[in-house]
Each structure stands twice: as C-alpha cells, then as structure tokens.
C-alpha cells in the first residue's frame, strides 16, 4: 500500500515516537475531515470514504470496503472522526515504516479493530484479511501467530497479542540497528575510496 504522492495526507507528520499527529495537525485533518463530511452528519458513509481512498492510497475497491467494515464496528454504516484520526496514523505509520511501532503503542485499539466480531480474540484469518494495511507478511505472520497462540486454541486474547507486538517491536529496532550498521560501513568503505583515490593522484 502506498500514500499517493501530493495528497494531503502527504504533507502530515507522524510522531516517530508515539506514532500520533501533533495538534496541529489533528486540526488540519479535522477541517479535512469537515470538508469529506458532504452531509453534514459528523461522518462518512461508505460512499465518501471509498472515494477518499481512492485518491489518497493504491487499494482496490475490495481492500478499501474491508478496512471500512473494520472500522465500522457497530455496523451504522458510517465511520465518525475518531475512526478517521486512527486510519490516518495507521496509513501515516504504513508510509513511514513504522507498522511495529504502532502496533506497540497502540496495541488496545488495534486488537479491538481486528476483532470484528467481538470474541475478545483475533483469529489468523483476521489477521490475514488485514495484512495489507500493516505490512504483515503472509508466512512471517503465520509463524509469529502460532508462537504467540500460548493458549492453543487458535486465536489470541489481548495478552497475547501484546506479546506479539513487542516481539514485533524488537525485529523492527534490530532490522534499523542492522541498517544503520550497514549505512555506516558504506560510508566508511567511501571515505575510504575517495582518501585512497585522492593519496594516488598526489604521487
């Protein structure tokens, strides 16, 4: 998935830290928000909201309708302001490769997300409709799934899930440690070129 370049969403700032918009910004986006809301009821229908995904993101129609009906919960068929601020920050969070860190902030509201019907538990198949929207490998997901899955049944409650985030959390800061290892050596190995080219010219 990704953020099409120069909509609005492109100009916001995620916090890297706590994954949230700064006040400002959460004003910015509430007048958007206003703007979207043709009908003046504090919400947008399935109507608006494909048409605001469709401009802002890559996702199909089939995609766009399974991240409304997630955020839909209580199936009025129309999703308020608190909804849109958390699907800004998930895609923010998408487009700046920080789904782990999300994840890990906000853990309560994304398990509750996933879990559309309630159970207190999210099933595979609920975390396989939704990998699009946070970057989970299909594989990698179905391995982490089955370590978390303490109890055996299949499904995870919230502590479990919350295992799963900070496991999650972890690979992220490694994978950015191995990157910036890998960025420093390049930089030397350059430095390196450029005094071994500059010492031959001199003789």
Same mark, same amino acid.
């Given at each position: 998935?990704?953020? /099409?370049?120069?909509? %609005? ?6 916090? /890297?830290?706590?994954? @949230?918009?700064?006040?400002? *910004? ?13 009908? /003046? ?7 608006? %909201? ?30 308020? #302001?608190?909804?849109?601020?958390? +699907?800004?920050?998930?895609? +923010?969070?998408?487009? *700046?490769?920080?789904?782990? =860190?999300?994840?890990? &902030?906000?853990? &309560? ?6 879990? =559309?019907?309630?159970? +207190?538990?999210? =099933? ?6 939704? =990998? %699009?929207?946070? *970057?989970? &490998? ?23 899930? /919350? ?11 490694? &994978? ?6 890998? *960025? @420093?050596? +390049?930089?030397?190995?350059?430095? #390196? !070129?450029?005094? $071994? !080219?500059?010492? $031959?010219?001199?003789?």
């Amino acid at each position: 998935m990704k953020l /099409k370049h120069g909509s %609005f969403l492109w100009y916001l700032y995620l916090d /890297k830290i706590y994954c @949230l918009l700064s006040v400002r *910004n959460v004003k910015a986006l509430s007048e958007y928000f206003q703007v979207l809301d043709v009908h /003046k009821k504090q919400a947008l229908n399935d109507v608006v %909201f494909y048409h605001f995904l469709h401009h802002v993101t890559d996702l199909n129609r089939n995609q766009i309708m399974i991240v409304f009906d997630m955020l839909d919960w209580d199936a009025t068929g129309e999703i308020g #302001f608190d909804e849109f601020y958390m +699907l800004v920050c998930v895609l +923010l969070s998408h487009e *700046n490769h920080l789904e782990e =860190r999300f994840i890990y &902030r906000h853990s &309560r509201p994304v398990f509750e997300l996933l879990d =559309r019907d309630g159970a +207190l538990r999210v =099933r595979l198949r609920q975390f396989e409709a939704f =990998r %699009f929207l946070f *970057n989970f &490998r299909n594989q990698e997901m179905k391995q982490i799934f089955k370590n978390f899955d303490v109890t055996g049944d299949e499904r995870l409650n919230y502590k479990e899930f /919350k295992l799963f985030t900070i496991f999650c959390l972890d690979k992220h800061q490694e &994978r950015q440690k191995l990157e910036r290892s890998k *960025n @420093l050596l +390049l930089k030397q190995q350059s430095l #390196f !070129e450029s005094w $071994r !080219e500059q010492h $031959r010219s001199q003789k």
